[in-house]
Nanobody, 124 residues
Framework: QVQLVESGGGSVQAGGSLRLSCGVT??????LGWFRQAPTKKREGVAS???????TYADSVKGRFTISLDNTKNTLYLQMNSLRPEDTAMYYC????????????????????WGRGTQVTVTS
């Protein structure tokens, strides 16, 4: 089992940057991802990191967000640049064990371990 704790959220003006952190108790053989949920909207995938190190990004954040894992600190990061008001949401990190060697990428249904979230607010 893995536990995840997010931090780093806050309020920032449009065009600014934030770096979210997620402490993970274990990551070996776990697929990892960042998701977000805005009020009245469904939870959506933002970025994912497979066990082989490959990354996937939602079209809306490509070129602006970067997911990374620091193995020495057991921490998953989401670097967010050029933030927009539409990026405002609660951000969650999540994990799941590989399913027959497969990671589910941005599919929220594939993840069974979740943090409690950290709020990101982008003002115009």
């Amino acid at each position: 089992q893995v536990q995840l704790v997010e931090s780093g959220g806050g309020s920032v003006q449009a065009g600014g940057s934030l770096r979210l952190s997620c402490g993970v108790t274990r990551y070996s053989n776990y697929c990892l991802g960042w998701f977000r949920q805005a009020p009245t909207k469904k939870r959506e995938g933002v970025a994912s990191l497979s066990t082989t190190g490959s990354t996937t990004y939602a079209d809306s954040v490509k070129g602006r967000f970067t997911i990374s894992l620091d193995n020495t600190k057991n921490t998953l990061y989401l670097q967010m640049n050029s933030l927009r008001p539409e990026d405002t949401a609660m951000y969650y990190c999540a994990a799941h064990t590989q399913d027959g060697g497969r990671c589910y990428g941005l599919d929220v249904r594939g993840y069974n371990y979740w943090g409690r979230g950290t709020q990101v607010t982008v003002t115009s």
